[in-house]
C-alpha cells in the first residue's frame, strides 16, 4: 500500500509529498476525457500520471477514484511540481523525478502494482508560453530550454561548445530537419562573432539559415520549429526516458491495467508504436514444431494487447487548442502471466 503524509528520501533528486485538489488551471489538456477514459479506472485502483504539468488528467482521474484509490504523479519541471503541491488530498503523491525511474519510485513508496499508466509527452503550453523557460522561439528569453531547472545544461551552455558535426548530427536526429548541415554551420559561425544567449536570438540564425534553402514552409510551420526541438529533446533525453520508462511501466501493471500514452511528434510515437507492437506479438517460433497454441502462448513473450487504434483529437479540440493537432496517443493492457 501506498503510505501517506510521507516524505522520502532525496537521493537521486527524488521529493516525494504524500499530503499533497486543485483550482482550475487555465491550460487546455489534450485527449482529457479519451486518456482518462482509455484507463478505464476502477475506484479503489492504484494509478500513475507520468507527466503531471498543470494536473488536466491527474484531477479527473482523482475524481473517478474512490477513498481507497491511489494516484501517483511524477514530474520534472519546477513549475509542475508547485502546481501539484496545492492538491490537498490524501489519495494524492506528487514526484519530483523523471517517470523514466518509475520502478524505483514505487518501490520506495512500497507499492507493489498499479492499475494503470499515463505518459503525456513532449512539452505544455505553459512552458511554451513562459518566455524565461526558453522553449519557444516566438518569445524572447534565456536560451535554457531545460524540463528541469534545478540541474543540468542550458541550450545556451551546450551551444556554446558543441561542435558542428554534433550539432549537425543532433538537428538531424532529433529535429528530422533536412537543412541541419546548413543550420547547424549558421549557428556555429554566429557564435563565432556573439555569444548565443536568447530563444529569438537563435530563431533568426536558424530562419535565415533556413530561407536562405528556399525551404517551402509545410502549414506556415515556423523555421525554427524543428531545431528548437531537437535541442529540446536532446538536452532533456527525452527520447532515452521514454525507452528506458515503456518496459518499466510494463513491469509495474497489475495484470488488467493500462498504459496510455500521448505523443506530439514522430520519433515519440515511433517509439511507443514500436514498444506496444513488439510487447504484444510473441516472439517468433519456428514453424512445424509440435505445439499447441497454449504451449507456444507459455514460450512467447506477449506482455501486453493492444487496445483500439491510434487516436487523434477530433476537429472541435484541435479548433479550441491548435497544438493538439498533432497528438496521438495509443492504449495497451497488460495480459496476466500464464
Known amino acids: 500500500?501506498?503510505?501517506?503524509?510521507?516524505?522520502?528520501s532525496r537521493r537521486n533528486s527524488t521529493v516525494l509529498r504524500c499530503d499533497v485538489v486543485v483550482d482550475a488551471y487555465l491550460h487546455t489538456t489534450v485527449l482529457l476525457h479519451e486518456a482518462v477514459d482509455a484507463l478505464a479506472i476502477t475506484p479503489g485502483g492504484t494509478y500513475v500520471d507520468g507527466t503531471f504539468g498543470r494536473g488536466g488528467h491527474s484531477r479527473l482521474i482523482l475524481e473517478q477514484l474512490g477513498k481507497s484509490g491511489r494516484l501517483i504523479a511524477f514530474d520534472r519541471d519546477p513549475a509542475a511540481l508547485a502546481e501539484g503541491q496545492t492538491i490537498r488530498d490524501v489519495r494524492f503523491c506528487m514526484v519530483h523525478n523523471s517517470f523514466s525511474q518509475i520502478r524505483q519510485v514505487l518501490q520506495r513508496l512500497n507499492v507493489t502494482g498499479v492499475d494503470g499508466v499515463l505518459l503525456d509527452l513532449g512539452v505544455s503550453s505553459p512552458q511554451l508560453e513562459e518566455a524565461p523557460r526558453g522553449f519557444s522561439f516566438r518569445l524572447d528569453g534565456p536560451l535554457d530550454m531545460r524540463m528541469d531547472t534545478s540541474q543540468g545544461q542550458t541550450a545556451a551552455e551546450w551551444l556554446a561548445v558543441v561542435s558542428e558535426a554534433r550539432l549537425e548530427e543532433v538537428i538531424r536526429n532529433y529535429g528530422e530537419e533536412r537543412f541541419a548541415k546548413q543550420v547547424a554551420r549558421a549557428i556555429v559561425a554566429a557564435r563565432a562573432r556573439q555569444p548565443l544567449v536568447t530563444t529569438l536570438q537563435l530563431a533568426a540564425i536558424v530562419a535565415a539559415a533556413v530561407r536562405s534553402r528556399k525551404r517551402e514552409r509545410e502549414n506556415k510551420q515556423n523555421?525554427?520549429?524543428r531545431t528548437f526541438q531537437a535541442i529540446r529533446i536532446y538536452l532533456n533525453q527525452e527520447l532515452?526516458?521514454?525507452?528506458?520508462?515503456?518496459?518499466?511501466?510494463?513491469?509495474?501493471?497489475?495484470?488488467?491495467?493500462?498504459?496510455?500514452?500521448?505523443?506530439?511528434?514522430?520519433?515519440?510515437?515511433?517509439?511507443?508504436k514500436r514498444f506496444m507492437r513488439e510487447s504484444a506479438n510473441p516472439d517468433t517460433l519456428p514453424r512445424g514444431l509440435p505445439l499447441r497454441a497454449k504451449e507456444v502462448q507459455l514460450l512467447s513473450r506477449h506482455k501486453l494487447r493492444l487496445v483500439g487504434k491510434a487516436m487523434r483529437p477530433g476537429a472541435n479540440e484541435i479548433a479550441v487548442n491548435p497544438r493538439a493537432r498533432s497528438a496521438v496517443m495509443r492504449v495497451a493492457e497488460r495480459v496476466a502471466a500464464a
Open 223 to 225: 523555421p525554427a520549429t
Open 1 to 8: 500500500m501506498l503510505s501517506l503524509s510521507k516524505r522520502a
Open 240 to 272: 532515452e526516458k521514454l525507452s528506458l520508462a515503456l518496459p518499466q511501466c510494463v513491469e509495474v501493471l497489475n495484470p488488467g491495467g493500462r498504459l496510455v500514452v500521448i505523443s506530439f511528434h514522430s520519433l515519440e510515437d515511433r517509439t511507443v
